[in-house]
């Protein structure tokens, strides 16, 4: 189940909003009451979108949530610069290539 925060953030750009700031745009609470998070303040200047409006964003934001996961994955694999600079140095431009995408091969987004 995607987060709440995803969910709001795939509203926003559906509705032309680039990025939602958490600490001043839109700000969320949990009371711990069982009841799970909930948009407390909302400063955007589109419309408060209703629960049900967000739930019809889950796929999009487990989509996008999933992809953030990969995307760190590749980053660790992909290691630092100056261990991609290496391996170019050691086995030629071509080896990089081919190791990078082998992890992007290893490691798929979805679309």
């Known amino acids: 189940m995607a987060s709440l925060s995803s969910k709001i953030i795939a509203y926003a750009n559906d509705k032309g909003v680039a990025s939602v700031d958490f600490m001043s745009d839109v700000l969320l609470q949990d009371d711990s009451n069982g009841q799970g998070a909930y948009i407390k303040k909302w400063n955007l200047d589109i419309a408060k979108p209703t629960d049900e409006q967000l739930a019809t964003y889950e796929t999009v934001a487990n989509t996008a949530e999933?992809?953030?996961?990969?995307?760190?994955?590749?980053?660790?694999?992909?290691?630092?610069?100056?261990?991609?600079?290496?391996?170019?140095?050691?086995?030629?431009?071509?080896?990089?290539?081919?190791?990078?995408?082998?992890?992007?091969?290893?490691?798929?987004?979805s679309e």
């Open 66 to 109: 999933s992809n953030a996961n990969v995307i760190q994955t590749r980053k660790k694999l992909y290691g630092l610069p100056e261990k991609q600079l290496e391996n170019i140095i050691e086995n030629g431009l071509q080896a990089e290539i081919d190791r990078v995408n082998q992890i992007k091969t290893d490691n798929p987004k």
